[in-house]
């Protein structure tokens, strides 16, 4: 069982930067894959990154260069740097996580989510 608790949305100016976070527990070695999604209202959630446990990362064009997702294995957290924020960020994060015994499944763990709300 794996719980996802994610933090640091909140209100920002286009072009100004966030960091979002998302602490983990339980049994942590389960853990393969895991991502930020992101969802506006009425939306289909999509992926925006990913991060293998080698550490090779993948982002949507969309945020290449702007967006970073990084694991911290001794904090046990998932981190989302983001910058130069544009109104279309704006939607809810939430940071998956697909387990290694029932990988078939894709991101199977999830947490509540976080809301970024950027301002023109």
């Known amino acids: 069982q794996v719980h996802l608790v994610e933090s640091g949305g909140g209100l920002v100016q286009a072009g100004g930067s966030l960091r979002l976070s998302c602490a983990f527990t339980?049994?942590?070695?389960?853990?393969?894959?895991m991502g930020w999604y992101r969802q506006a209202p009425g939306k289909q959630r999509e992926v925006v990154a990913s991060?293998?446990?080698?550490?090779?990362?993948n982002h949507v064009d969309s945020v290449k260069g702007r967006f970073a997702i990084s694991r911290d294995n001794i904090e046990n957290t998932l981190s989302l740097p983001m910058n130069s924020l544009k109104p279309d960020n704006t939607p809810g994060y939430y940071c998956?996580?697909?387990?290694?015994?029932?990988?078939?499944?894709?991101?199977?763990?999830w947490g509540q989510g976080t809301q970024i709300t950027v301002s023109s």
């Open positions: 998956a996580a697909v387990i290694k015994t029932n990988w078939r499944r894709g991101y199977g763990s």
């Open positions: 991060i293998l446990s080698n550490g090779r990362t």
């Open positions: 339980g049994i942590i070695a389960s853990i393969s894959i």
